[in-house]
């Protein structure tokens, strides 16, 4: 019985890490708030990005990202601020929505949680424990501060293991040139490193769990925001309301920000 359910679980949970469900009620995560403004979130603000996507085998495409913050929306009884993309590749764009809130303890991703219900038998749902939001920056920004970023734990019998682990980690300060279409200028900003790790126990040998980690960076820049995205889709596409795609952990993303216009 139980080895069928490990079985299951790796199955079903894989693809949809991200189209979760949870009853779970966001929380701050606490601290003293940052007085300055690494993520500016007023109305209107927009952003431009220069996108590659490298696979395994070293062939990039590339494309470009446009965000804006276009006002707020109530999902789940909670106020989120609204970030519309359009990701152009060639002649073919993609549309999504983002729904982030901003405190002072930090910056919060809405977790689209409507899908797994309809995938995951109920006798399964009732072992997970899943965080219903994304904690993307926890302020302040000190050198060496880690954080949880996001959970999904499995708890039944003699497993209580967090199938899904998202950390950040604040590298510090560290200057970077931005190739603005109004010109090439180098900054100062902080870098975060995100690790996810996947933990899914062997249906062969249910005391061996085995591991996969994958990793990406971002740099703030203070009254700018996030001025590159670099590393593991994996992970990224968490961040870009793209879910999680575990078929997709080859390629690398980097997003260079070009544009920018802050309200």
Avoid: H
């Amino acid at each position: 019985m139980r080895k069928s359910i490990v079985t299951a679980l790796a199955v079903f949970i894989i693809p949809l890490i991200f189209i979760a469900c949870s009853k779970s009620t966001p929380t701050d995560p606490g601290g003293n708030g940052e007085t300055k403004n690494f993520f500016p979130n007023t109305n209107g603000t927009t952003y431009k990005f220069a996108v590659e996507i490298k696979d395994s085998n070293g062939v990039s495409v590339f494309g470009s990202r446009n965000s804006i913050y276009d006002g707020t929306a109530s999902v789940g009884g909670v106020t989120y601020q609204v970030q519309k993309d359009s990701m152009t590749f060639a002649d073919t764009t993609f549309l999504s929505v983002n729904y982030f809130r901003k405190t002072t303890a930090g910056v919060y991703l809405f977790l689209d949680t409507t899908g797994l219900s309809n995938t995951i038998p109920d006798s399964l749902i009732q072992f997970l424990t899943i965080d219903p939001e994304l904690i993307m920056f926890s302020f302040p920004l000190n050198s060496g501060k880690t954080w949880p970023v996001f959970k999904l734990v499995l708890n039944y019998a003699i497993f209580n293991i967090a199938l899904v682990d998202v950390s950040a980690n604040a590298e510090g300060t560290e200057n970077i040139t931005l190739n603005l279409t109004g010109g090439t200028v180098t900054v100062q900003a902080e870098k975060i490193r995100y690790t996810l790790k996947l933990n899914i126990p062997n249906p062969a040998n249910l005391l061996e769990i085995l591991t996969s980690t994958y990793t990406a960076y971002v740099w703030l820049v203070e009254d700018i925001g996030p001025v590159r995205w670099q590393g593991n889709a994996t992970v990224l596409n968490a961040f870009a309301g793209g879910g999680i795609d575990f078929d997709d952990t080859t390629k690398v993303i980097t997003q260079s920000l070009t544009d920018y216009d802050i309200k």
